[in-house]
């Protein structure tokens, strides 16, 4: 049946089950690549997009639980200060091995970011902790939060 | 790993003397051709080779050979060329290539062999480029290609000031004849401006947009998805399944049992594998309707095997003596009867665990079906994945 959902600002209708889960309706009905299919179980984080600006695992709810709310994902995080800044934060850390997982990082970690302006170690660790690397490079996730943390408030001041 | 080290080792000899089969021209010689890849909606310009176009404007398109899984090789390689080649790394585009070993020379990822297999001959590669550029600007000029040198991007004759842009040579040397690779004069590494530097990866402004990128991003016109269920068990085969209950499933375009085993006979492990296909229009319902599969599995030869299995045969084999040293210091048997009291011998059981090299990407593959069949996949080897 016909979904109305709002995607990176846009309204976006799509026929599909009411099941489907967001990920397959942003990957191959609305050609949104950038949210990835890594477990299917929400165990790898490669798909996390956000629902009303929280990190969900796009593959692990029905699209029919959407409803009225608003969905980012990588390719619209820039229109989000702290997204951007994580974006050029990852560039400058050349954060990125095989690159796989970074969207999803980047869009856990705005979630982070959205509510915790100095994110300790602690905290990182703690958020991204469902959000895995088969490159581990957790060091430089790690420093590219804490650098994007700092131009945020910098911007702010 | 034991076997993945002699394929590195046999592929590197095999590399050399491929190039030495060449007349000489080393392996440059083969990787060398003339007009050598044309990717779709490519620019009507010449390639110097098959690495290196210059356009009109001094972009450098430069073909990057191996996969990229991570260690950064889509990168590193082009550098190399470049470096040779003498461009700005900002003027440069890079490029994956097609799988084409006969024009790319090896193309593979595993054994860390990427930079020794390849940093002369691709110097090699990118200093012939230059050079031809050289000798383009000379012709032009009316002048000997040694007198003049290059700053990046350009051909400089310091006798008469003057100076000509790659982008303004590049059709001009596309025609000259290819020098041997032997004779092409390199760098001295002092005067590196690129290998050696900090270079972020290629891919990055991609990778942190969201953009495609990756082998599961590719589409195509009108594309249908299929998932494939082997069997739980390496080299099982099917007897039967519930094929026309899966084909009434929502979205369902086919099902069908694959009989890979009758083309791949015996008890290959990696060799195709049965199992049964089930196409739909999109990949989300193909899967859902594998969950409604039933199939009868004739497991095979390996159904027994088990991790308690190998533990108990390694436990065994370990009892044994060696099949073969790898290293041999000393003898072990001699030393451990010299330690007096045997409480003071040194004990220890080692195990690995099995584990798989699995990467967070599915395994893949987008095929276009005309009167050949395209694929596009990640590729670790012919046989594995990657990006």
Known sequence: ?157 | MNAMTRECGRSRRAFLKAGVAAGGGLVLHAMLPRFAYAAPNEPAYPPLNAFIRIAPDGIVNIMSKNPEIGQGIKTMLPMVIAEELDVAWSNVRVEQAPLDPAKFGRQFAGGSMATPLNYEPLRRVGAAGRLMLITAAAQEWAVEPSECRTEPGFVLHPASGRSAAYGTLASKAARLPVPDPKRVPLKDPKDFRIIGKPIPGVDNPKIVTGQKLFGIDVTMPGMVYAVFQKCPVFGGTVNSANIDQIKKQPGVIDAFIVRARDANPGSDPQGASDGVAIVAKNWWLADRAREKLQVSWDEGPFATQSSDGFAKEAARLAQENPASYLRRDGDVAIALARISHSSRRPSAVLQFLESLQVLTSPRHVTGWMGRKTDCFLPLLHRTAVGR
Not at chain 1, 1 to 14: D, S
Not at chain 1, 113 to 138: E, F, K, Q
């Open chain 1, 1 to 157: 049946m016909p979904y109305t959902i709002q995607v990176n600002g846009v309204k976006r209708t799509v026929d599909v089950d009411g099941d489907m889960p967001p990920l397959w309706v942003l990957r191959d009905e609305l050609d949104l690549k950038g949210a990835k299919f890594g477990c299917g179980i929400g165990l790898c984080g490669a798909c996390t997009v956000h629902v009303d600006g929280t990190a969900v695992r796009s593959c692990s709810l029905p699209v029919s639980r959407i409803g009225s709310s608003t969905v980012v994902t990588i390719e619209g995080i820039a229109a989000d200060p702290v997204g951007r800044k994580l974006q050029a934060a990852w560039l400058a850390i050349d954060v990125p091995q095989c690159g796989y997982c970074q969207a999803g990082q980047i869009m856990q970690a705005a979630d982070l970011l959205s509510s915790t302006a100095r994110p300790t170690d602690a905290d990182i660790d703690s958020a991204m902790m469902g959000n895995v690397c088969r490159c581990c490079s957790y060091t430089r996730i790690r420093a590219a939060i804490k650098k994007a943390a700092l131009m945020h408030r910098a911007e702010a001041e």
